[in-house]
C-alpha cells in the first residue's frame, strides 16, 4: 500500500495549525486540512505491512488499539497516494458514517499502532481521514441517499450522539422510519455541546444533521422522554427503541467546599459556552464566564484540555490544570509496547495555546485537591493541595500516598471538575424500566437487547465513558441488530460474531 518506500523516503507531517496567540482571539478551527500534495505525500508513508494493527479496533491494557470502526486505512491511504479521491471517500464511507467528525476529534488510537510507528512516526492517518471527507463534500459527491423502499417499521432512537446518529443513518438506509429524540435545543449530543468549536466546528455537525433529514430520518428536538413524552408512549408507537442516551452523570470531588459558587462541572461549563456562542454571540452568565478569573481545571484528559481553550478565549487571567497522576515519559517506556496506545507526553491544542500567553506549560501533576476556600461573604477565592506519590502496593496495584509537607492554597474564582463521568443518567432509563448495572444498562455487546422487549442500548449508555469511535461501532453494530429482530435478516454490514 502506498509507496513502498514511502516511510523511509518522507518524514511526517501533521496539519498545519493557526499561531497560538492568534487563534484564541476566536472561535475557529484551530487547525487547517492538508493540502492535496500533502496528503499524497503522507498516504505514501503506509507500508506494505502484512498485517495492518490499525485497524484491530480493540483494548490493550485498559485502552483503545487501532480503529474500533475497522476503517480500511491502508486501502484509502493507496488511493489518495495515487490521486483517487473519489475511490478513497467510496472505501472510508464504506466502515465510517462520520469521518468530519473522527478525522477532527478522535485520538487516533490507529496512529498508536500503525506499523511504522513501531520506529519512526506514524502515518498521519487522522489528518488523511478528514481530508477525504472534506474533499468529498467540496466536491458535491456526498450527497443524500434516498432508500428505494420502506419496509414499514418505526425506530426510536433516544439520545442525538454520534452512536444514535449511526445508528438512525444504518437503519434508515435499510428502509425503516427513524424518530431520533434529543432533549437538548440542537441535534448532535456532545458533538455539539461537549466538543468546543474550535475543535468541531458546529456548522460541520450541521451540515451532517441536515444531510440525515434529508435522507428521511426524523429529528425531534427539546424532548425528554419520560419528562416530556411516556416511555410507554414511546414503545406503543414504535417497533424497537435504542437508548443512545450516553453517560452524562457527572463524577463529583464531595470535599469541603463543594457547595460553594464558582465551582462547576465541566461539561456544564463546555455545553454553556458553546450555546453562548450559537444563541447569542458569546453574551453569557457570569458564572460561567472566566474573563479576569483565575481558573483552575481538575482533571487531565480531553475535557479538561477544552476548558483550558475555552478559558483562554474568554480572557481568563490564570490557568492551571491538575492531574492526579505523574507526568508521562516522553518516548514509550518499556511497559507501553507496540501496538497499545502510546502513553507519552504531548503538549494538546489548548496546551500549546495556554503554553504562549502564560510563557509555561499549565499543567501540574500528581496533585490532590482537598478542600475549596471561601472568603467572608461565601466567594469562592482559593483551593488547598497535596502532592501525591503513585506506587505499588504488595498486590501490585497502583496506589496513591499524600507527601507531607507538600500543602498549597492556590487562587481561584472558577474552578472545573473534568475527572470524568460515573455513568448513565436515571430518569429515561426508569422510564423504560431497562436493568442498570454498575451505572451501565445492562446489554450485552453484540446483541445490545436490554430486559424489556424491543428496547435495545448501546453506546456510552451500554459501555460507559469512551471514545466517538466506539460510539460509532455500537451505533452501527445496534442498528444490525435491531435490522434483524425486525425483519428476521438483514444486509447491513458487521464485524461482531455473537
Known amino acids: 500500500m502506498g509507496k513502498a518506500t514511502g516511510f523511509i523516503e518522507f518524514e511526517r507531517e501533521t496539519a498545519d495549525e493557526r499561531d497560538p496567540l492568534e487563534r484564541i482571539q476566536d472561535w475557529k478551527e484551530y487547525s487547517t486540512p492538508f493540502s492535496d500534495e500533502v496528503a499524497k505525500t503522507q498516504g505514501a508513508r503506509c507500508m506494505d505491512c502484512g498485517t495492518p494493527f490499525c485497524h484491530i479496533g480493540m483494548e490493550i491494557e485498559g485502552a483503545t488499539s487501532g480503529c474500533p470502526v475497522y476503517n480500511l486505512i491502508p486501502e484509502w491511504n493507496d488511493l489518495v497516494y495515487r490521486g483517487k479521491w473519489k475511490q478513497a471517500l467510496e472505501r472510508l464511507m464504506k466502515t465510517n458514517n462520520f469521518p468530519e467528525f473522527t478525522g477532527r476529534v478522535c485520538p487516533a488510537p490507529c496512529e ?83 466538543i468546543p468549536n474550535m475543535k468541531l466546528d458546529k456548522n460541520v455537525v450541521k451540515r451532517r444533521i441536515r444531510l440525515l ?24 408507537n414504535y417497533d424497537s427503541v435504542i437508548l443512545c442516551t450516553g453517560a452524562q452523570k457527572h463524577r ?76 508521562l515519559p516522553i518516548k514509550r517506556d518499556n511497559s507501553n509496547l507496540w501496538p497499545a496506545f502510546p502513553n507519552v507526553y504531548s503538549l494538546e491544542y489548548a496546551h500549546k495555546e495556554a503554553k504562549e500567553k502564560f510563557g509555561e506549560d499549565v499543567r501540574q501533576y500528581s496533585i490532590q485537591t482537598k478542600q475549596f476556600i471561601t ?103 445496534v442498528a444490525y441488530q435491531v435490522d434483524q429482530y425486525l425483519m428476521g435478516e438483514t444486509e447491513l454490514p458487521t464485524v461482531v460474531n455473537v
Not at 135 to 158: C, H, L, M, Q, S
Not at 214 to 229: A, P, Q, W
Not at 301 to 314: E, N, P, S
Open 112 to 194: 498508536g499502532s500503525c506499523t511504522v510507528a513501531i520506529h519512526d512516526p506514524a502515518v498521519s492517518i487522522k489528518n488523511i481521514e478528514q481530508k477525504i471527507i472534506d474533499k468529498g463534500f467540496e466536491n458535491g459527491w456526498i450527497t443524500p441517499r434516498i432508500p428505494k423502499k420502506r419496509t414499514g417499521k418505526k425506530v426510536a432512537i433516544i439520545g442525538s450522539g454520534p452512536t444514535g446518529l449511526a445508528a438512525a443513518d444504518q437503519l434508515n438506509q435499510a428502509g425503516h422510519s427513524v424518530t431520533v429524540f434529543e432533549r437538548a435545543d440542537r441535534a448532535g449530543g456532545l458533538l455539539t455541546y461537549g
Open 213 to 236: 433529514e434529508e435522507e428521511g430520518i426524523t429529528f425531534i428536538l427539546n424532548t425528554e422522554v419520560g419528562k416530556d413524552l411516556s416511555a410507554e408512549e414511546i414503545k406503543a
Open 252 to 327: 463529583d470531588l464531595p470535599i469541603q467546599g463543594r457547595k460553594t459558587k464558582g465551582v462547576q462541572f465541566a461539561m456544564d461549563y463546555l455545553t454553556a459556552s458553546t450555546k453562548s456562542l450559537l444563541d447569542s454571540n458569546l453574551q453569557i452568565e457570569e458564572k460561567w464566564n472566566a474573563k479576569g478569573k483565575d481558573v483552575i481545571v481538575i482533571g487531565g484528559g480531553d475535557t479538561g484540555a477544552d476548558c483550558i481553550a475555552t478559558a483562554l478565549r474568554q480572557g481568563a487571567k490564570s490557568i492551571v490544570q491538575f492531574g492526579k497522576h505523574p507526568q
Open 375 to 477: 472568603d467572608e461573604n461565601g466567594k469562592l477565592e482559593a483551593l488547598y493541595t497535596v502532592e501525591m506519590k503513585k506506587t505499588r502496593d504488595e498486590n501490585g496495584r497502583f496506589v496513591f500516598e499524600e507527601l507531607p509537607g507538600t500543602g498549597k492554597y492556590w487562587p481561584a474564582q472558577l474552578v472545573l471538575i473534568a475527572i470524568g463521568f460515573e455513568g448513565v443518567e436515571q430518569p429515561v432509563l426508569d422510564a423504560f424500566k431497562v436493568e442498570v448495572n454498575r451505572h451501565r444498562v445492562e446489554a450485552k455487546y453484540g446483541d445490545f437487547r436490554t430486559n424489556v422487549e424491543h428496547v435495545f442500548a448501546a453506546g456510552d449508555a451500554r459501555r460507559g465513558q469512551s471514545l466517538i469511535v466506539w460510539a460509532i461501532n455500537e451505533g452501527r453494530e
